[in-house]
């Protein structure tokens, strides 16, 4: 691509959309290579989630975009994991915090590790120039998504 030609944010979304469903499949892949692991994309995501702070479930479903049953399945497993555990509101008594446990957040942790690990190689293949472009594209593009996840609640 001719580098004193702009590109616009059309371009950039539709490549987003080609490129992440790719990555998105890399990721699983290598999440159910990683020996004696089996968790699933979507409870990582959901512990990723609950790294941020506690939720309750239908907090947790509104920011996931699932129904309540959906969220309470995918967090039923974590807990019997020993993952998630689940706590009284002291703000409503009706309903439960759900909190990342240290080994939840070690599981995470280790996870992410193991999926960069396998990705650095192939990342490193870029040119520093193009590395560094994507760098900073993914910092800009983390901030604007979570000022859109800001202004949506």
Same mark, same amino acid.
């Given at each position: 691509?001719?580098?004193?030609?702009?590109?616009?944010?059309?371009?950039?979304?539709?490549?987003?959309?080609?490129?992440?469903? !790719?990555?998105?499949?890399?990721?699983?892949?290598?999440?159910?290579?990683?020996?004696?692991?089996?968790?699933?994309?979507?409870?990582?995501?959901?512990?990723?989630?609950?790294?941020?702070? =506690?939720?309750?479930?239908?907090?947790?479903?509104?920011?996931?975009?699932?129904? &309540?049953?959906?969220?309470?399945?995918?967090?039923?497993?974590?807990?019997?994991?020993?993952?998630?555990?689940?706590?009284?509101?002291?703000?409503?008594? !009706?309903?439960?915090?759900?909190?990342?446990?240290?080994?939840?957040?070690?599981?995470?942790?280790?996870?992410?590790?193991?999926?960069?690990?396998?990705?650095? =190689? &192939?990342?490193?293949? &870029?040119?520093?120039?193009?590395?560094?472009?994507?760098?900073?594209?993914?910092?800009?593009?983390?901030?604007?998504?979570?000022?859109?996840?800001?202004?949506?609640?």
């Amino acid at each position: 691509m001719n580098t004193t030609t702009s590109v616009s944010a059309e371009q950039i979304a539709h490549e987003l959309l080609a490129v992440l469903p !790719r990555w998105s499949r890399l990721v699983a892949r290598e999440l159910r290579s990683e020996a004696g692991n089996d968790s699933t994309m979507v409870q990582i995501r959901v512990l990723g989630e609950l790294s941020e702070g =506690p939720l309750t479930l239908s907090a947790l479903a509104r920011k996931r975009e699932v129904s &309540l049953q959906a969220a309470s399945e995918h967090v039923q497993t974590l807990v019997i994991r020993g993952w998630v555990e689940r706590t009284p509101d002291m703000t409503d008594r !009706r309903q439960s915090l759900l909190t990342l446990t240290d080994e939840g957040a070690r599981q995470l942790a280790q996870v992410r590790e193991h999926v960069a690990s396998h990705f650095t =190689p &192939l990342i490193a293949r &870029l040119p520093a120039k193009e590395a560094q472009a994507i760098h900073q594209g993914l910092v800009a593009l983390g901030s604007l998504l979570a000022e859109g996840e800001i202004h949506a609640e």
